[in-house]
């Protein structure tokens, strides 16, 4: 299995709900990452996961909350989001606790999120 | 800080004729160097990477990068265009345990 799934794959949510994404991975990787990706737009970074434990936050905003349950699974809390929130979420794992070396990451299909 | 520059936004070429698309890095030293393409409303899928060792590396899809030190160059090159390589192409660079990435090249293929 060299997938990652990430579901639901499309959800619309209005900006008092409270939702969540969810990615899975059974690859043994040990690094799992969130990036928000913005129309004709690279992807951007949010969350890096090493070993369970929450490593890199790249100044996220508290509306968006990440949960890493177990090495397989990773998930993004989101609450009282903004219309502008709306985007392509993608998760991502690699082998290593981080990136480096021939270390590459294996990205999900992503969801596509629309905050009404 | 390392990062990626692509040259050129969008690229169009016709069915069957060369595919190059530009990426440099900045870098005083050798780097982690990826390409990705995302395909319209999906993920991102690997092609190639550049580690260490061979300078020309071969990827899937026919796609294949050669890394320039002296030009400090990854460009993504593939001799014979097809209509299913339309898509968004990303070059990336690690970087203190992230991934950063170019701003991307769309690339349109015309019969």
């Known amino acids: 299995d060299t997938e990652v799934t990430q579901t639901p794959k499309h959800l619309v949510m209005g900006m008092t709900n409270k939702k969540s994404l969810k990615c899975e991975q059974h690859m043994g990787h040990r690094a799992m990452y969130w990036y928000k990706q913005k129309a004709k737009k690279p992807p951007e970074l949010m969350f890096v996961?090493?070993?369970?434990?929450?490593?890199i936050n790249e100044s996220v905003p508290s509306r968006f909350s990440p949960e890493c349950p177990n090495s397989s699974l990773l998930n993004l809390h989101l609450h009282a989001l903004q219309p502008e929130d709306s985007a392509l979420y993608l998760c991502a794992s690699s082998h290593g606790p981080r990136l480096g070396s021939d270390t590459e990451a294996f990205f999900g299909q992503g969801t596509r999120l629309t905050v009404v | 800080a390392q990062s990626v520059t692509q040259l050129g936004s969008h690229v169009s070429v016709s069915e069957g004729a060369l595919v190059l698309l530009r990426c440099n890095y900045s870098s005083s030293v050798p780097p982690y160097l990826f390409w990705y393409v995302q395909y319209p409303n999906q993920g991102l899928q690997l092609l190639l990477k550049y580690t260490t060792g061979a300078t020309l590396v071969k990827g899937i899809n026919g796609f294949e990068a050669e890394f320039k030190k002296s030009e400090t160059s990854f460009h993504l090159t593939k001799p014979s265009a097809h209509m299913s390589d339309a898509a968004e192409y990303f070059c990336?660079?690690?970087?203190?345990?992230?991934?950063?990435f170019g701003t991307g090249t769309r690339l349109q293929v015309f019969p």
């Open positions: 996961y090493s070993y369970e434990k929450l490593s």
């Open positions: 990336a660079v690690t970087y203190t345990d992230k991934l950063i």
